[in-house]
T-cell receptor
Framework: AAGVIQSPRHLIKEKRETATLKCYPI?????VYWYQQGPGQDPQFLISFYEKMQSDKGSIPDRFSAQQFSDYHSELNMSSLELGDSALYFC????????????FGNGTRLTVT | GIQVEQSPPDLILQEGANSTLRCNFSDSVNNLQWFHQNPWGQLINLFY???GTKQNGRLSATTVATERYSLLYISSSQTTDSGVYFCAVEQENSGYALNFGKGTSLLVTP
């Protein structure tokens, strides 16, 4: 079965640079979520989209933005990167908002040096 | 926001043993899911279980929403069960995001 696809798998950036993470949800899933997981931490919710509109917002810094496109893929844009942004970034998708299982991609490991 | 507490925080089992992981939450929820994060970092959905009991092979889960807790049972554990088990909840009337607990780190030894 198709899963959530994230790219790139690994990304190394320097401080103050920008990064763009991509997410392709499971076909026919209309809701996309972004989570950030620091080392040894639980995943923290950043933002979600339902039918290409932002549906919920969590602890996403103002330096980050995201959108969902007409083909339902989503991108997380991160600017002015800081050392503390180093983390595993997960995208997840589901069918409908909050009433069905969440399926995660394999994540993008971002390292800021 | 809602508090999600998982216990125990760490657990070491010998292969073949059974275990019970607990998740307590501080408010009413619409949605509760259990995830397994394997040593490679992958997050796998185990159960979508806002209430009731479900079984999937050696794993089963029970959520008693009125008493605000959920239990994950692992029977006949295998080394491949090692990793971190997360409980995540969606608070009622508070958006659709799942809030994760701190997890239970499980190590199954041969």
């Amino acid at each position: 079965a198709a899963g959530v696809i994230q790219s790139p798998r690994h990304l190394i950036k320097e401080k103050r640079e920008t990064a763009t993470l991509k997410c392709y949800p499971i076909p026919r899933h209309d809701t996309v979520y972004w989570y950030q997981q620091g080392p040894g931490q639980d995943p923290q919710f950043l933002i979600s989209f339902y039918e290409k509109m932002q549906s919920d917002k969590g602890s996403i810094p103002d330096r980050f933005s995201a959108q969902q496109f007409s083909d339902y893929h989503s991108e997380l844009n991160m600017s002015s990167l800081e050392l503390g942004d180093s983390a595993l970034y997960f995208c997840a998708s589901s069918s409908g908002t909050g009433r069905s299982p969440l399926h995660f991609g394999n994540g993008t490991r971002l390292t800021v040096t | 926001g809602i508090q999600v507490e998982q216990s125990p925080p760490d657990l070491i089992l010998q292969e073949g043993a059974n275990s019970t992981l607990r998740c307590n939450f501080s408010d009413s929820v619409n949605n509760l899911q259990w995830f397994h994060q394997n040593p490679w970092g992958q997050l796998i959905n185990l159960f979508y279980i806002p209430s009731g009991t479900k079984q999937n092979g050696r794993l089963s889960a029970t959520t008693v929403a009125t008493e605000r807790y959920s239990l994950l049972y692992i029977s006949s554990s295998q080394t491949t069960d090692s990793g971190v088990y997360f409980c995540a909840v969606e608070q009622e009337n508070s958006g659709y995001a799942l809030n994760f607990g701190k997890g239970t780190s499980l190590l199954v030894t041969p």
